[in-house]
């Protein structure tokens, strides 16, 4: 069974780094599917942030281009995100995702995880 | 970017009846790449349909998808009193993933 559990600080200050971490299970990243983020916030709803496949290179929601960067580590079965220069607007619950390689499974996200909740503060 | 509009944005029904929900694309959809979520309190959104009218794995046949061009619906045949939740569009294209703003179906 595929699960995906986010992880990493709830609480970041205006202008730093946010970083979260994505645990696979059930599902290496090596095999053929893109590993998202993906956020969800009152005021802008559902938001796509960004996916990577194993050996290709990342593509970003352009809004977001110029802060983001979504990796992955093969040796953890993990990826992350890391968002510059955080705004409150960038508060938010971040949910790591799924979809497939394939044309017939690219389009959609098949696997979620539960959501981390993050807040820009001082 | 394609825009999704969702219609009604609230539904208030009765366990046992029908819901139809609508989300309408501001350009053509290519591929019938469109996608529908169910999201229950204090969950993560969960795949329902995709290609407009396929379910996914483990989705029970009350749960149907149809439309094409710019035109989606999503039909609930009878519902549960686990159906009533937040249903989301999705869209790809272009390098982009989209949502739609989301309808409740709640309880009347």
């Known amino acids: 069974q595929v699960q995906l559990q986010e992880s990493g600080p709830g609480l970041v200050k205006p202008s730093e780094t946010l970083s979260l971490t994505c645990t696979v299970s059930?599902?290496?990243?090596?095999?053929?599917?893109?590993w998202s983020w993906i956020r969800q916030s009152p005021g802008k709803g559902l938001e796509w942030i960004g996916s990577r496949y194993h050996d290709g290179s990342p593509y970003y929601n352009p809004s977001l281009k110029s802060r983001i960067t979504v990796s992955l580590d093969t040796s953890k079965n993990q990826f992350s995100l890391k968002l510059t220069s955080v705004t409150a607007a960038d508060t938010a619950l971040y949910y790591c995702?799924?979809?497939?390689?394939?044309?017939?499974?690219?389009?959609?996200?098949?696997?979620w995880g539960q959501g981390a909740l993050v807040t820009v503060s001082s | 970017e394609i825009v999704l509009t969702q219609s009604p944005g609230t539904l208030s029904l009765s366990p046992g009846e029908g819901a139809t929900l609508f989300c309408r694309a501001s350009q053509t959809v290519t591929n019938n790449y469109l996608a529908w979520y169910q999201q229950r309190p204090g969950q993560a959104p969960r795949l329902l349909i995709y290609?407009?009218?396929s379910r996914a794995t483990g989705i029970p046949d009350r749960f149907s998808g149809s439309g094409s061009g710019t035109d989606f619906t999503l039909t609930i045949s009878r519902l549960e009193p686990e159906d009533f939740a937040v249903y989301y569009c999705q869209h790809y294209g272009s390098s982009l993933f989209t949502f739609g703003g989301g309808a409740k179906v709640g309880i009347k």
């Open positions: 059930g599902s290496s990243i090596r095999s053929a599917y893109y």
């Open positions: 290609g407009a009218s």
């Open positions: 995702a799924r979809h497939g390689a394939g044309t017939a499974a690219f389009a959609h996200f098949d696997y």
